[in-house]
């Protein structure tokens, strides 16, 4: 029983979705607080969890530094460290290996007064300008790693946390179309990632707010052209023949229903039947599988009042 389950709960996070089937058990950690609700239907009301993990709201941050680097994800809620892929260096020194610029001088000495020698060091290139051509290697190892293995498969936007001094060099030999151009003045090792969250959000926030935006413009822009609708039986009849292109839909709003046969129809019920569920979360969830695009969206940025927006293909 997991109620009685002391090490489940001695190990929980600040949120918890369970979902439940007569043959399956499962629970999911979320690291903030969500809404309490209980759902008791013939499918999973998967909407908060939606929401939760959306690509809109995630984001990546790359923590830096002359030596080494980490990579994290996180949304409006939280942030958390990723392992590096085990293919790729982690360091400097795994990174640059022999290309790695030794810091040497030769020695001379030449005959002084009593017999005693003077030595004269000879320095191959200043110190000063050894560091700057191991930086340089790095820091474009490090943009090349970071695209190819994480922006570019997920297309997350990426915020840059390092040392203020470091952010013109990076930015100078990154080629990752998903870096934002605002960073993050501090090394991520210095500071706890709560305040680190804080801070990529404050960042994330708007240029989160800028994507809702352009989703609304886009489908008042569909809606004017006969392209889109707020109608929830129009959206679930396009949603059925694959024509819905994106779907606005909003955070907290429920309607009892649900979607039945492969035409679309609606059929309106009682969320105390097991047999009904939310007919937005069942919007969602058919959107996404015939290829659309879903946006859990704060009912305060909702372009309509019907709790859903939809862009059509065609």
């Known amino acids: 029983m997991l109620s009685t389950n002391e090490d489940f709960w001695r190990h929980t996070l600040d949120g918890l979705a369970v979902l439940s089937t007569v043959d399956m058990f499962r629970t999911i950690g979320l ?3 969500i809404e309490e609700l209980t759902v008791v239907a013939n499918s999973f009301h998967t909407k908060p969890l939606r929401r939760y993990l959306q690509s809109v709201e995630r984001y990546h941050v ?17 942030l958390t460290e990723l392992g590096l892929s085990s ?14 610029t030794e810091k040497h001088s030769t020695v001379a000495s030449y005959g002084g007064v009593g017999g005693q020698s003077n030595v004269m060091h000879h320095g191959h290139g200043g110190k000063a300008d050894e560091a700057e051509i191991d930086s340089e290697r790095f820091f474009r190892f490090v943009a090349k790693a970071i695209n190819d293995h994480y922006s570019r498969p997920s297309g997350l936007p990426l915020i840059l946390a390092a040392l203020p001094e470091h952010h013109n ?7 990752n179309l998903s870096l934002l151009p ?29 994507i809702i935006e352009k989703a609304c413009d886009e489908y008042h822009q569909a809606k004017s052209k ?18 819905v292109d994106t779907l606005l839909i909003e955070a907290d709003l429920q309607i009892p229903g649900k979607i039945v046969g492969d035409k679309g129809s609606i059929e309106k019920g009682d969320l105390e039947n097991p047999e009904i569920d939310d007919l937005l979360d069942d919007l969602g969830e058919l959107v996404t599988k015939m290829g659309g695009k879903v946006m859990i969206v704060p009912q305060e940025k909702m372009p309509t009042k019907t709790g859903v927006a939809c862009v059509f293909r065609y």
Do not use: C
């Not at 260096?89 to 790695?100: C, F, Q, S, T, V």
């Not at 889109?228 to 059925?240: H, K, L």
């Open 226 to 243: 006969g392209l889109g609708s707020d109608r929830i039986s129009d959206v679930a009849s396009a949603a059925a023949a694959s024509r």
């Open 62 to 78: 790359l923590g830096l530094s002359l030596h080494d680097y980490q990579i994290y994800e996180g949304n409006r809620h939280s």
């Open 182 to 210: 605002a960073s993050i003045d501090a090394n991520p090792k210095s500071i706890e990632t709560g305040e680190l969250a804080k801070r990529a959000w404050e960042i994330m926030e708007p240029y989160y707010n800028g």
């Open 31 to 33: 690291p903030s607080s």
């Open 87 to 100: 293919s790729i260096p982690k360091n400097i020194e795994e990174a640059l290996g022999y290309d790695l």
């Open 169 to 175: 060099l990076f930015h100078k030999v990154s080629n």
